[in-house]
């Protein structure tokens, strides 16, 4: 029997394991994928991408892609029943309600499949390929407490049987991932929650049809149901359709029967429902199924810190707000640069808890979101009370967009400071602004500066430099990152610039400054100054200490974590309070 080792074990190559492999192998992690499906998904399965969502891609330098090759959803429109009989149209509103910080203030539509082939295409290069059609047959986790404290052991035996040349292999690996339901049984993980009593059928079809609001995001509640209409990429259109009990349930076992239903049954209950509108398919069914929708959460997230689980594996909701995959990426995304820490020897194995810590809360609060969303949803209540589906879904945008999802403290979450850049809430994302580079006045976003790359993103705010007492704080705290005790020289594991990337933003006029008016720690490279100004004409920049709530001459600094989100802002002269943040869970050099 082959036997083999690898750091990360990935069981399942959905949008959740590819996220994690792709990060992993641009880390330089020995990371290996495996999944049951013997080729890519060509049809159907989840769509819609978040704009927080993007904005992580966009990290990745994947987002372009997906953006041209989607359909991009900027407007919903809600529909209730006309008295005369059909439905009439109540009003349209933004697709993403939240005040809008996103990036990307819209949802990208776009087949799972095509989506997994950009992960695919960008992993290929590194030398990463799916494993597959491989399962695993058996896991086993050693109960050595020396053994699994230690980072570098390999404590996780997983035997896979690969199903094209029906062979077994045993894997040992230092850190096993179940983006696949396998792996939380196998590990007797339970999950808490219940199925509600709502059926759904989902078809995908090119239209011919009169109805006007084809390419937006619609909710639809008439005398005959409920529907929910999702533009797709090309003409294609994706409808939800509630379904009757008796016409999926099998009336013996009670239980879901997909043969009692048809995809030509669940688009003439769409039919009944978009009366007096017209809505026929161009050629055939794209694809279909139905589902019983059910909101549920693991109990755990982790065992032992070496085996994890993600996306669906751990969390089931309705698809109607299109959270799974969103949720399931950005389970990965927050897990991949913890591993990568640990293995590395730059951080603690307990920082591994702060996943399960972390994803877990914001599934259960998703679930309790999902839960009040498709009851209402499939309640038909559109007006009549502040509790109606459209108020829902315009006060909940930050939620389901993803750029108000906030972690709460821990020990890379510190909010002791946070009025030093009130705007910056710890724990959240980084907000994306414009500001101008020094060297050359031209315009770039913040996150364009934060690529997920594993490293922590030191941004210093230093004022006005033109005023001396802004410019003495900038160099006494060039000073401080300078001293043997800074974090840059206790945490930066002989190359500080892998660990953490300084950079430099100054609330001075592009007039009055260079790039190399500031202390080099600050400005190793000409990229790395920033400033709070406009360009060269006057259409983008300034006003980004006023948005981010930091004083133009006092300053902070602000540490952003691997995966984009806050992690700590403290006063520019208290390089102490940074020092302290990454003593409570990463590894000095060794002496």
Not at 128 to 144: C, F, H, N, Q
Not at 469 to 492: C, D, H, K, V
Not at 503 to 522: A, G, M, N, R
Request: with cysteine; hydrophobic share 40%; glycine share 8%.
């Amino acid at each position: 029997m082959e036997e083999s080792k690898v750091d990360v074990l990935i069981i399942g190559a959905g949008p959740a394991g590819l996220m994690c492999a792709n990060a992993l192998a641009h880390a330089k992690i020995p990371v290996r994928i495996i999944d049951k499906r013997p080729g890519d998904i060509l049809a159907g399965q989840a769509d819609g991408i978040h704009a927080r969502t993007l904005e992580i891609l966009q990290s990745y330098g994947l987002a372009r892609r997906l953006i041209e090759e989607s359909a991009e959803i900027h407007r919903a429109a809600f529909y209730i029943p006309n008295p005369k009989g059909g439905i009439e149209r109540l009003r349209r509103m933004p697709a993403i309600t939240a005040p809008s910080t996103a990036r990307f203030p819209f949802t990208c539509t776009l087949h799972q499949g095509a989506i997994e082939a950009i992960f695919h295409d960008d992993m290929r290069p590194l030398g990463l390929e799916i494993d597959r059609p491989t399962i695993p047959t058996a896991i086993e986790l050693s109960e050595d407490e020396a053994e699994l404290k230690d980072p570098q052991a390999y404590p996780v035996k997983v035997v896979l049987q690969h199903l094209d040349r029906n062979d077994t292999e045993v894997v040992r690996a230092k850190f096993v991932l179940g983006a696949h339901s396998w792996v939380r049984k196998a590990m007797n993980i339970q999950m808490e929650g219940d199925m509600s009593d709502f059926i759904w059928g989902v078809v995908d079809i090119n239209p011919d049809t009169d109805y006007p609001d084809v390419r937006n995001l619609a909710v639809i509640h008439s005398t005959e149901g409920s529907a929910l209409l999702i533009p797709r990429e090309g003409d294609l259109l994706r409808l939800y359709v509630q379904l009757a009990d008796a016409d999926v349930l099998d009336p013996e076992t009670g239980r879901l029967d997909k043969a009692r239903a048809s995809p030509q049954k669940v688009l003439e209950m769409a039919k009944r429902i978009l009366r007096p509108y017209r809505m026929d398919p161009i050629g055939d069914i794209r694809w279909w199924t139905m589902y019983v929708v059910g909101q549920r959460v693991a109990e755990k997230y982790s065992v032992r810190d070496r085996i994890f689980i993600a996306g669906d594996a751990c969390h089931t909701h309705s698809p109607k707000a299109g959270q799974g995959m969103n949720a399931s990426m950005s389970d990965t995304h927050n897990l991949a640069w913890k591993l990568t820490y640990v293995l590395r020897g730059w951080a603690d194995i307990s920082l591994l808890n702060t996943y399960e810590f972390e994803r877990r809360k914001f599934a259960v609060d998703l679930i309790n979101f999902d839960r009040q969303w498709a009851a209402l949803f499939s309640s038909g209540k559109l007006k009549g009370s502040d509790e109606t589906l459209h108020e829902m879904f315009r006060r909940n945008g930050q939620f389901t967009s993803g750029i108000g999802i906030r972690y709460n403290p821990s020990s890379i979450v510190q909010n002791a400071y946070q009025s030093c850049a009130a705007n910056l809430i710890v724990g959240e994302r980084m907000l994306p602004h414009d500001f101008i580079c020094a060297s050359n006045a031209r315009p770039l976003n913040i996150h364009d500066m934060l690529p997920s790359d594993m490293r922590f993103k030191v941004l210093a705010f230093v004022g006005d430099v033109k005023v001396e007492a802004a410019a003495a704080r900038m160099r006494q705290l060039g000073e401080q990152l300078e001293a043997p005790e800074s974090f840059l020289r206790r945490f930066g594991h002989g190359d500080s610039g892998a660990v953490f990337d300084v950079i430099c933003v100054s609330s001075s006029s592009k007039d009055d400054v260079d790039w190399t008016d500031f202390p080099k720690v600050l400005s190793n490279h000409w990229s790395k100054v920033l400033l709070d100004d406009l360009d060269m004409h006057g259409r983008s920049g300034g006003g980004g200490f006023a948005a981010y709530g930091i004083d133009r001459e006092l300053g902070a600094i602000v540490i952003v974590r691997p995966d984009g989100h806050v992690g700590l802002v403290a006063p520019c002269d208290r390089v102490d309070i940074i020092n302290d943040y990454f003593a409570s869970f990463m590894l000095p050099v060794a002496p």
